[in-house]
């Protein structure tokens, strides 16, 4: 792989991780909630889950996925429900102060923050078509495959680690201002709704032509 295209794959992958979405809300959500620490599980199942996407673009399957609308629409309206699921539970989570947040049952475990994480990534299909037109112009033909994907998937996923973690600390940054319950509701109802309306949003999203 050339430097050139290399370097060029790193500012697409930097665009593409600060670009707002269903990951980014979830990490300010984690580190507004439970602190950078904490949310650096949700930041580790998102990449997990877009290893998955890179890697179901890579090895062509996403194609075929495009290519079946019945899959297709199994994967978006999967996605879509699970973001509304995860916009509804954030609306409805109890308002405790965040001077109480370092109490265990105040949070998740470690295992469904990542699991979280993962399936916010796994189940968006916007992802699996952004790889799946993008990845192509990255690739040589006339070098081997797996290497060339082993680079970009490790460049992608160093990229999102680091602005992930960027979106959780700014947030975990205004903990402060958090402080009483009703502040607390209102975070709450704020990430929640938004990821409700990423969810429904997906419902609109259309498989590439074929």
Avoid at 5 to 21: D, K, L, M, R, Y
Avoid at 120 to 134: E, L
């Amino acid at each position: 792989m050339l430097l050139s295209t290399w370097i060029t794959f790193v500012i697409a992958g930097a665009i593409i991780a600060v670009s707002p979405g269903s990951g980014a809300v979830l990490s300010m959500a984690h580190g507004l909630a439970y602190g950078v620490r904490k949310a650096s599980a949700t930041v580790l199942g998102l990449q997990l889950g877009l290893l998955l996407v890179f890697t179901i673009a890579g090895a062509g399957v996403g194609s075929l996925l495009l290519a079946s609308e019945v899959a297709f629409n199994i994967v978006k309206t999967v996605g879509a429900l699970y973001l509304i699921y995860l916009g509804v539970n954030q609306w409805r989570a109890k308002a405790a102060a965040t001077a109480d947040s370092d109490a265990p049952e105040a949070h998740p475990s470690l295992r469904r923050r990542v699991a979280t994480g993962f399936l916010t990534n796994a189940t968006n299909p916007k992802g699996i078509i952004f790889m799946v037109a993008v990845l192509p112009q990255f690739i040589s033909r006339g070098a081997p495959l797996l290497p060339q994907l082993l680079i970009l998937g490790a460049t992608m996923v160093t990229i999102d680690t680091i602005v992930m973690h960027g979106y959780a600390f700014l947030a975990s940054s205004m903990q402060r201002y958090f402080r009483d319950a009703g502040a607390v509701k209102k975070q709450n109802r704020f990430f929640g709704g938004i990821l409700v309306l990423m969810g429904s949003a997906l419902f609109f999203v259309k498989r590439g032509a074929n």
